[in-house]
């Protein structure tokens, strides 16, 4: 099995700056994709971030300027830098990672999720 462990996130005032770290761990024999997804209250869970094994990254447009995603292939390891940030991306957030593991096939594993909040 795999497993993805979430660390980061809180509370912060608007303008402020936090960092979510993801690290992947178990059966793994290769990482496709990773990345982060949020979903606030009462909306479907949206992308926010996610980068590639060979490091292309993809932003929402909500976030591009203010977010930067990295990733450690070595380490199976993502983060998000997350700066300036807005009340209205207050959400919770889950680490996403598309993972060839013991099954041979390619599957998609989800952190248990982080909240953020951002307060006005």
């Known amino acids: 099995q795999v497993q993805l462990v979430e660390s980061g996130g809180g509370l912060v005032q608007a303008g402020g700056s936090l960092r979510l770290s993801c690290a992947a761990s178990?059966?793994?024999?290769?990482?496709?994709?990773m990345g982060w997804y949020r979903q606030a209250p009462g909306k479907q869970r949206e992308s926010v971030a996610l980068?590639?094994?060979?490091?292309?990254?993809n932003y929402a447009d909500s976030v591009k300027e203010r977010f930067t995603i990295f990733r450690d292939n070595i380490a199976n390891t993502v983060s998000l830098q997350m700066n300036s940030l807005k009340p209205e991306d207050t959400a919770a957030y889950y680490c996403?990672?598309?993972?060839?593991?013991?099954?041979?096939?390619?599957?998609?594993?989800w952190g248990q999720g982080t909240q953020v909040t951002v307060s006005s």
């Open positions: 980068i590639s094994s060979g490091g292309t990254t």
């Open positions: 178990g059966s793994i024999f290769s990482i496709n994709a």
């Open positions: 996403y990672a598309r993972v060839l593991g013991r099954s041979v096939k390619w599957d998609d594993y």
